[in-house]
């Protein structure tokens, strides 16, 4: 059979909810932050990152969690055809929080749960047989239902002639060795959990652990004599995680001295945080071993993954790309705190963002002063809102392969944001005070606190005023404002759009809007979409050109403009969103007023009823779409 999938991961899939206070007790936490977690899923996570086609077998609840880690593994790139939805079982969870640099106290919450209710039943033959290599977990080997399942999976490895490699994972707690709430320690002697690993140790081809897992495995907390007794029972290579130091490999005997065997040394870097390092390593090990990598080498993947993991808060989302990976051992960092490296940040989040987007067709009705002029009641104007909602929802089921999306605002469109939440819509919301020059945050006084409260998936958008030709004070104190908003949107991992419109009253060329951006860029702002006006048709090429060669030179991993339409009569926003079809950097459009604003003006005069709006506003919507789709 073909193989067409790279590892194929058994076991935990939980919920992390990680303490964002750092330093302290998980009793005094006062917040969390929620990811995906477990131990095969976070590798799973860590080699699709960097190219690997993965695939996860395991249990998930029948609710909201279950729901969360199958959607994160599908943007993740996870084959999620054998994890199975449980409908007796909730979805585990843990607890978890950094203390210092050597404490990190965590609780599962894992009493009945789904994960530990895999069974053989759940092993599909097929997805074993289109696999290169089987990954297991040592957890998974801790009770009766689950060891039957790892076993089956590791039988069907070896009819298919596919490489059969165990993560230690000793988790004492999850052996009944420790007191439920004590999921930090990390060794308890067990001469029954030894006697069960070796028993599964002879099947493996590669064995995969800490110091303390092997001295588990192996019956002995001298490691030299440990491994020596799982060499024993298992012909399998050894990777042994020495954390800061590297690791070790061992193939053959075992050497009188750890050292004697290939050593790769790891990199020197602040450790933050050492909750998941250990499947980043083996993530990164996995790139290098199923890609025909030498031993070195795969360690040197390895060991990076491992670094990045323990620079950073969380598990999985703290994995490199592949592009990350190899540009940090290519270049190293400037910084011992390497989540203080701004470059290798960038990197990280252009390169692990959600899902790729080829365009995004846009409704835009965020806007508040404009519908203020029409009507002083907000309850009115957010009843208009929902009728754009309306529009869009519908036209989405009219054009079922186009990706659309809506620009809505939460002081007057809150009740249409919601309606709009679950349609698969892209949507966007602004953070902008209308008309601040220069720019002020809707919302009250603290930014971060005003988006901390929107949702994960919604993209921030700002609209400044701004020129390149702007008064030094000015520059400054907008610049200071946008550099705030970004931080606050990576903080948050809210995507970012800018749109940069020059003052009416300054005079613009060619060069204006490509010199504003090069201006933010300059200034570390890095905004995942451009929102910008259509160029005059004499400058059409020679913007487009100038706006091109700025992304390309900053940040080659920019999703792409979006073309606005400034109120411009249908006619001339059509035939420019026609041509902008054909710039592999637009990647669709966000129009208002030009949809909506005939609509708008008759509506809050009650010249026409809601069907009425809705029927002008799908017409102008659908006459854009069909502009963008004509090319």
């Not at 249990?59 to 409908?87: H, S």
């Not at 100038?546 to 109120?567: F, M, Q, S, Y």
Request: aromatic share 8%; net charge negative; glycine share 8%.
């Amino acid at each position: 059979m073909v193989k067409t999938v790279d590892a194929v991961m058994i076991g935990r899939a939980g919920v992390d909810l990680y303490g964002e206070q750092i330093g302290g007790r998980l009793e005094d936490m006062g917040s969390f932050a929620k990811y995906i977690g477990g131990s095969p899923t976070n590798t799973a996570i860590g080699a699709a990152r960097l190219g690997l086609n993965t695939a996860l077998i395991t249990r998930v609840g029948n609710d909201a969690m279950g729901r969360f880690i199958r959607e994160e593994l599908q943007r993740e790139g996870v084959n999620t055809a054998a994890v199975r939805t449980d409908p007796d079982r909730l979805t585990a969870l843990v607890l978890l929080g950094i203390r210092d640099q050597v404490s990190f106290p965590l609780i599962f919450y894992r009493e009945n749960c789904a994960d530990m209710a895999i069974s053989v039943d759940d092993i599909d033959e097929a997805l074993i047989a289109s696999a290169r290599a089987v990954v297991t977990s040592g957890t998974h080997f801790s009770t009766p239902g689950t060891k039957a399942a790892s076993l089956r999976a590791l039988e069907l490895a070896a009819k298919h002639d596919a490489a059969r490699i165990i993560d230690l994972d000793y988790r004492p707690v999850l052996w009944g060795l420790a007191d439920k709430g004590d999921g930090e320690t990390r060794f308890v002697s067990s001469q029954s959990v030894t006697s069960h690993l070796q028993e599964v140790l002879s099947h493996m081809d590669v064995v995969v652990g800490t110091e303390e897992e092997i001295h588990i495995a192996g019956g002995s907390t001298d490691t030299l004599e440990a491994l020596r007794a799982i060499r024993a029972v298992s012909q399998a290579t050894f990777v042994v995680k020495l954390g800061a130091q590297g690791c070790v490999v061992i193939e053959g005997a075992v050497p009188e001295r750890l050292e004697q065997g290939l050593m790769v040394e790891g990199f020197p870097i602040e450790v933050f945080n050492v909750l998941g390092a250990g499947d980043a390593f083996m993530g990164g090990l996995l790139r290098g071993y199923l890609r025909g990598e030498d031993w070195h080498t795969a360690c040197r993947y390895a060991n990076a993954c491992g670094a990045f993991a323990v620079s950073r808060h969380a598990c999985a989302p703290s994995y490199p790309s592949e592009e990350e990976m190899q540009t940090f051992i290519a270049h190293g960092s400037d910084h011992f705190r390497l989540r203080e490296d701004e470059a290798l940040n960038q990197l990280h989040w252009s390169t692990t963002r959600q899902g790729e987007l080829p365009e995004v067709l846009a409704f835009a009705f965020d806007h508040r002063s404009q519908l203020e002029a029409l009507c002083d009641d907000p309850a009115k104007i957010g009843d208009f809102k929902r009728l754009c909602a309306e529009v869009t929802a519908e036209a989405v089921a009219r054009h079922p392969d186009r990706q659309l999306g809506a620009l809505c605002d939460h002081r007057l469109g809150q009740e249409a944001l919601f309606d709009m939440a679950e349609g698969g819509l892209w949507l966007a919301a602004p953070i902008e005070l209308p008309g601040s020059r220069p720019l002020r945050f809707e919302g009250g006084p603290s930014l971060a606190g005003t988006l901390r409260a929107w949702p994960k998936g919604q993209v921030v958008k700002c609209l400044c005023y701004t020129h390149p030709d702007d008064g030094d004070a000015m520059w400054q104190e907008q610049r200071a404002t946008l550099l705030e908003l970004f931080t606050a949107t990576r903080e948050l991992g809210l995507e970012l759009l800018l749109e940069f419109i020059p003052p009416a009253d300054m005079p613009k060329d060619t060069t204006t809007l490509a010199r504003s951006m090069t201006q933010a860029y300059e200034a570390g702002i890095f905004p995942d979409w451009w929102k910008l006006p259509a160029p005059e048709a004499d400058n059409w090429e020679a913007e487009w050109d100038a706006w091109n060669k700025v992304i390309e030179t900053h940040d080659p991993h920019c999703r792409g403009v979006l073309l606005l339409g400034l109120a411009a009569p249908r006619a001339d926003v059509r035939a420019s969103i026609a041509r902008a079809s054909e710039q592999p950097l637009c990647k669709g459009f966000a129009v208002g007023r030009t949809i909506f604003g005939e609509a708008a003006e008759a509506w809050f005069a009650g010249r026409v009823d809601d069907a009425g709006a809705k029927a002008l506003m799908s017409a102008a919507l659908d006459d854009l779409i069909a502009a963008w789709s004509a090319s």
